[in-house]
């Protein structure tokens, strides 16, 4: 340890490794303790050193609800396993329409408010920093699927929207992308995408967004489909911005209730299923592989849990190691009588996939829906001039 007249210096490397480990509301007051201090919170370097940190010792999980017309309200899920309230900025709580999360990513969230034509914004919780986006260049109606995510091998937050009309009995898409870096929008033509509906909440993992979506080969004139539809996993590569059309796991058709997420880095999909007396209830996750296979395919599934549940809920998402469901169901008689059962509120579960422990949260209302859930760090990440370090 050096010392300058009465006072000790640590040696830089020893101070970074200490700054890296703090949260963000103190880093932000620490702007004013030196120069030295403000100008090393601000580099990309340490921003990516504290962000890591984050994602591995302090992960959280985003959590989600509201009625139609209620404002932004959401709680943050600790490793923990405490449940935090988060105020929202005003911006996004003073909307008189819907406003919700659409993607997280690096501490980065993207939210989007229903009204006429919709809005976007970014916004990092942690530093309080939030950007509204400009609108895209031919949308005017509400989106019909909007994803977030970063592409590591550009180093750019990427934001695409979906709108779909039909036209001459068959749907026809209009896809554009917004990049944080440039700070513009641009059209992306797909000939082939024609037919495709793309359902919201994609989950987004190694540089690539994947949502749900509905070939749909014939439409009437008033929008209705006349002609089966077939689901597949609807995949967009951020660098080379390419679709890829994914077939899902064979066995998923009796499926109730279907979700993507993100399992140990890889794109994952929770299957909920129900018997025909509705007396038994069982949870699939399946994991997607990459890579050349034997047969030609470029993706394959693998089953890695089936889980039974006794109650009526259902598979929101994946967070760590641990698969998070709400309660559906309405009470029990005995549930009604019991004073320590009776459900006066949403009800959510975890279910720790190594060691099977349930938890059980009470958070919301009763009636609220809720959104899909999405994994969460505090960062210092900056919205504006986005340039990290990978």
Not at 184 to 210: D, H, Q, R, Y
Request: charged letters at 20%; proline letters at 6%.
């Amino acid at each position: 340890m050096e010392q300058i007249g009465d006072n000790p210096c640590l040696p830089e490397d020893i101070i970074r490794t200490i700054l890296k480990r703090l949260p963000v509301k103190s880093l932000i007051r620490f702007h004013c303790v030196c120069k030295d201090w403000k100008n090393l919170l601000k580099t990309p370097s340490f921003i990516t050193e504290h962000l890591h940190h984050s994602m591995n010792e302090n992960p959280l999980l985003l959590l989600q609800w509201g009625h139609k017309l209620d404002p932004l309200h959401f709680h943050i899920l600790n490793h923990k396993m405490q449940l935090l309230e988060v105020q929202p900025p005003s911006p996004l709580m003073d909307s008189s329409f819907r406003t919700e999360i659409v993607g997280c990513s690096n501490g980065l969230l993207c939210a989007t408010s229903h009204n006429s034509p919709p809005s976007i914004s970014v916004w990092n919780p942690a530093t309080r920093e939030i950007l509204q986006v400009p609108g895209p260049i031919k949308f005017e109606n509400e989106f019909v699927a909007l994803g977030f995510g970063f592409s590591p091998i550009d180093n750019d937050y990427k934001i695409l929207v979906s709108d779909e009309r039909a036209d001459i009995g068959r749907l026809r898409n209009t896809l554009e992308v917004y990049s944080l870096n440039t700070g513009s929008w641009k059209e992306i033509k797909v000939e082939e995408f024609g037919g495709l509906t793309i359902c919201e909440f994609p989950a987004t993992v190694n540089g690539a967004m994947f949502w749900f979506g509905y070939k749909v080969m014939n439409v009437d004139e008033n929008y209705f489909f006349v002609s089966d539809m077939v689901c597949v996993v609807v995949s967009f590569d951020m660098v080379m911005e390419v679709f890829t059309l994914i077939p899902l796991p064979c066995d998923d058709d009796d499926s109730w209730e279907s979700f993507l997420s993100v399992y140990e880095n890889k794109l994952a999909m929770l299957c909920g299923h129900v018997s025909e007396n509705n007396e038994s209830y069982r949870t699939d996750l399946w994991v997607m592989e990459e890579g050349a296979l034997s047969s030609g395919e470029r993706w394959s599934w693998s089953k890695k849990y089936s889980i039974s549940t006794s109650s009526s809920i259902y598979p929101l998402g994946i967070w760590l190691d641990v698969i998070v469901y709400l309660f559906i169901g309405s009470p029990t008689y005995d549930e009604l009588e019991s004073e320590t059962n009776h459900r006066t509120s949403n009800v959510l579960y975890t279910l720790n996939l190594s060691t099977h422990e349930w938890v059980e949260f009470n958070c919301g209302q009763r009636g609220s829906q809720f959104w899909p859930t999405f994994d969460y760090a505090e960062s210092l990440m900056p919205i504006a001039n986005i340039h990290p370090c990978s």
